[in-house]
């Protein structure tokens, strides 16, 4: 894929990660204020007659989705998974994948210094 495009999207939502020692201090109930990236991507045949991989505003509905699913929410009640950022980007990875057949790759941030990355 010769052209790739990014939208960045933000929430805050809790959660606890099971599995981990108990003075861990993700086992413990915390917060976060997460970053979602979108990655789509297309070659140069595939773009559309504007020249867009996607148009931005085409994404809207991820936001739409994003603040009624996870913005203020209890990712534990919300994941079937246990909710690290790499189960997060797998399930919206495939959640968007039908929606968005562009779809190349999905980050989450938990800080301003970690990601995790779903790329098939």
């Given at each position: 894929?010769?052209?790739?495009?990014?939208?960045?999207?933000?929430f805050?939502?809790?959660h606890?990660?099971?599995?981990?020692?108990?003075?861990?201090?993700?086992?413990?109930?915390?917060?976060h204020?997460?970053?979602?990236?979108l990655?789509?991507?297309?070659?140069e045949?595939?773009?559309?007659?504007?020249?867009?991989?996607r148009?931005?505003?085409?994404?809207?509905?991820?936001?739409?989705?994003l603040d009624?699913?996870?913005d203020?929410?209890?990712l534990?009640?919300?994941?079937?998974?246990?909710?690290?950022?790499?189960?997060?980007?797998?399930?919206?990875?495939?959640t968007?994948?039908?929606?968005?057949?562009?779809?190349?790759c999905?980050?989450?941030?938990?800080?301003?210094?970690?990601?995790?990355?779903?790329?098939?």
């Amino acid at each position: 894929m010769g052209f790739r495009i990014t939208k960045k999207f933000e929430f805050s939502a809790s959660h606890q990660l099971s599995g981990l020692a108990p003075d861990h201090q993700c086992a413990r109930l915390h917060g976060h204020n997460y970053v979602i990236e979108l990655e789509l991507g297309a070659d140069e045949t595939e773009l559309s007659p504007v020249g867009f991989v996607r148009d931005y505003g085409e994404l809207s509905p991820f936001k739409v989705w994003l603040d009624a699913t996870l913005d203020h929410r209890h990712l534990n009640d919300v994941l079937t998974e246990n909710p690290t950022a790499e189960n997060m980007a797998a399930w919206i990875y495939r959640t968007w994948s039908k929606e968005f057949s562009e779809l190349t790759c999905v980050r989450v941030s938990e800080t301003p210094k970690t990601w995790a990355e779903y790329r098939p």
